[in-house]
């Protein structure tokens, strides 16, 4: 007799239209981007990080940004959210009228938050906060992320206390969550196992989410690493795309369809459809003229579909 799983489940988000997009030299069709975010949600995605509100010259990739929120499909429960550095970015977000969550950024460098968006850290940190409050009165829920939380391209090592004490003054602002992002892909699983903790114990109940890059090969063991933790949140980007346009050495993010088949297999709900991750993986790789980075859309699958009669 078999033992039934003890299932938990997390909330999945979809950044690939954004985060995945925004590094690729060659310009993406913002029809193209917005049949991502159509495929990302019958794939069962509710949350979608569709583009960022920045200086086209800076990221060309996501210069259509107000173009794509127009496009965006009428889908109940679906929630977008658009990504933004400062409050003149907030305000273009918010124009739209098409978008439900401003994504702050700030960053645990000097080096990388001035390189990122000419700022200092804590004036990244003071900008995050100001974009947050923002929010509430435009109809619209905030979120925090706290870049290069596991280690700096300019700077290497970041203080764990650092990051903490970021956390802590973000929550002051009541975001909905706080995201720790590994910007290169540097962390290790125990680094996060014990980051993930510390701002879980310091920020709670305000729930941590997490943003791996799979630069080095740990981006996966990250992912459960940080679930274990008490994260309770989950980015990642369709076929394993992505990279920061201001970190040096930045490779994709994690595959949506490696962490989706992860986490299904160990018993934990996503509310995503991995066939579904699948196909569109294959979609996308037609569409970038290559083979996407993620795995599991490349192995035979697993279990074998049962036959019916």
């Given at each position: ?13 979809e ?15 913002t029809a ?43 889908a109940?429960?679906?929630?977008y ?7 003149r970015?907030?305000?273009r ?14 960053v645990?460098?000097d ?9 200092t850290?804590?004036?990244?940190v ?5 974009i947050?409050?923002m ?11 706290i870049?290069?939380?596991?280690g700096?391209?300019f700077?290497?090592e ?10 802590v003054?973000?929550a002051?602002?009541?975001p ?8 290169i ?13 510390r ?8 729930p ?7 630069t ?8 459960w ?7 309770t ?6 076929g ?7 970190a040096?050495g ?13 986490l ?5 709900e ?12 294959h ?9 996407l ?13 049962v036959q019916?009669?």
């Amino acid at each position: 007799m078999n033992t039934p799983i003890n299932r938990r489940a997390i909330t999945f988000v979809e950044v690939g239209p954004r985060d995945g997009l925004q590094n690729e030299k060659t310009l993406i069709a913002t029809a193209d981007k917005l049949e991502l975010v159509r495929r990302s949600i019958a794939a069962g995605a509710r949350r979608i990080e569709v583009t960022s509100f920045v200086n086209p010259k800076r990221v060309p990739q996501m210069a259509d940004a107000d173009e794509v929120c127009a496009g965006l499909p009428d889908a109940e429960g679906v929630s977008y959210i658009g990504l933004v550095l400062n409050s003149r970015g907030a305000e273009r977000a918010i124009a739209t009228g098409r978008l439900h969550e401003l994504g702050a950024v700030c960053v645990s460098t000097d080096g990388f938050a001035i390189a990122n968006q000419g700022q200092t850290s804590d004036e990244s940190v003071a900008a995050a906060k100001a974009i947050l409050a923002m929010a509430k009165p435009a109809g619209m829920k905030g979120q925090a992320t706290i870049g290069a939380a596991f280690g700096c391209p300019f700077e290497g090592e970041v203080s764990e206390d650092r990051v903490v004490a970021m956390a802590v003054s973000l929550a002051q602002a009541n975001p909905i969550e706080i995201a720790l992002a590994d910007t290169i892909g540097v962390a290790d699983p125990a680094h996060v196992s014990r980051l993930v903790r510390r701002v879980v114990e310091a920020i709670g109940p305000i729930p941590v989410r997490v943003h791996f890059h799979n630069t080095r090969g740990t981006g996966i063991a990250n992912v459960w690493a940080a679930v274990e933790a008490g994260a309770t949140v989950v980015d990642a980007a369709l076929g394993g795309l992505g990279g920061c346009p201001f970190a040096p050495g930045a490779a994709g993010n994690v595959s949506s369809e490696d962490v989706v088949y992860m986490l299904h297999r160990a018993g934990v709900e996503t509310g995503m459809d991995l066939a579904a991750l699948i196909e569109a993986n294959h979609w996308l790789a037609e569409v970038m003229g290559r083979k996407l980075p993620g795995m599991v859309a490349q192995a035979p699958a697993f279990p074998k579909p049962v036959q019916e009669n």
